[in-house]
């Protein structure tokens, strides 16, 4: 009866040791992107901070995912430096 109850013991405790951690989908989504145009294909219009107000001389872009975590890690890519990297309409 014991050596049932340490086997069952000991297999639990392994099988504590394969957990992985799993990342939230804001994480996963936090991602640098090579260019615009790979950043395009997840974020149609750009990614902004919240807050941000395109520049342009025409009509501005307003639907961008906003974002301040993913804009961070592509902020080389705001070349008018509104807060906004990649924006198109």
């Given at each position: 009866?014991?050596?049932?109850?340490t086997?069952?013991?000991?297999?639990?405790?392994?099988?504590?040791?394969?957990?992985?951690?799993?990342?939230?989908p804001?994480?996963?989504?936090s991602?640098?992107?090579?260019?615009?145009?790979?950043?395009?294909?997840?974020?149609?219009?750009?990614?902004?901070?919240?807050?941000?107000k395109?520049k342009?001389?025409g009509?501005?872009?307003?639907?961008?995912?906003r974002?301040?975590?993913i804009?961070?890690?592509?902020?080389?890519?705001?070349?008018?430096?509104?807060?906004?990297?990649?924006?198109?309409?």
């Open positions: 009866m014991l050596r049932q109850i086997t069952a013991v000991c297999t639990v405790a392994i099988a504590g040791v394969g957990v992985v951690a799993v990342t939230s804001a994480e996963a989504a991602k640098t992107y090579k260019n615009c145009t790979a950043l395009n294909k997840d974020y149609k219009h750009g990614v902004g901070k919240p807050g941000a395109d342009t001389s009509t501005p872009v307003t639907n961008f995912k974002s301040a975590k804009y961070k890690k592509n902020k080389k890519s705001d070349r008018d430096k509104d807060g906004i990297a990649c924006e198109k309409k």
